[in-house]
């Protein structure tokens, strides 16, 4: 704030706005992350990423799951377990068209996190804790179908 | 398209591509690797695009 001819003048001041967005920038939270970059998500970018996994073409399946290994591990904190389960759910469904590139990304997806070495999976793994309701979702709409 | 982002915000930008993506199956492929390359791949990715942008 400045006075000039009897004028109260509010001047900005660069140097502290800077400092205050530099603040809050570093305060960017996953909230924040997910506003920017997945608006709606569990509605819109979920929904979008299920549309691309049953798609016609073998090269937009590949992509929805190139773009889930980067994006969206299944032991990181980016999707919700129910967000995972869909996922899962969508992308077995695509597995009757035996695009072993397809296979070779959804194993890499659900499963690079286990160690080769290791003789027993926890019960809460998430590769686990994600395919089984799955599976189990699949199998409930298979019988309700028949 | 970064102009594009400048001028409507990136909330928007963003949700047009993913809508068309779901939309639209001509644009999936491209949609998708755009997203792909441009989105931040976690919290720490998005941090340091804030500070530089």
């Known amino acids: ?146 | 398209m970064n102009k594009t982002e400048e001028a409507v915000g990136t909330t928007y930008f963003y949700g047009e591509i993913w809508k068309t993506m779901l939309r639209t199956p001509r644009t999936r492929l491209s949609a998708i690797k755009y997203l792909e390359k441009h989105i931040p791949k976690d919290l720490e990715a998005a941090r340091s695009l804030a500070k530089l942008g």
């Open chain 1, 1 to 146: 704030m400045e006075i000039d001819n009897n004028l109260v003048v509010l001047v900005k001041d660069n140097a502290k706005k800077s400092a205050e967005e530099m603040k809050r920038l570093e305060l960017l939270n996953l909230e924040d992350y997910f506003y920017f970059y997945y608006p709606v998500k569990e509605k819109l970018c979920i929904n979008s990423l299920l549309a691309g996994l049953s798609d016609p073409s073998f090269y937009v399946n590949r992509g929805v799951l190139d773009f889930v290994i980067s994006h969206c591990p299944i032991t990181g904190n980016i999707n919700t377990l129910s967000e995972n389960v869909r996922l899962v759910e969508g992308a077995l469904m695509t597995l009757h068209k035996k695009d072993f590139a397809f296979l070779k990304k959804f194993f890499n997806w659900t499963m690079s996190h286990l160690e080769e070495e290791e003789g027993t999976v926890q019960e809460d793994d998430p590769a686990i804790v994600t395919l089984v309701p799955a599976i189990q979702c699949l199998l409930h709409k298979f019988m309700d179908k028949s």
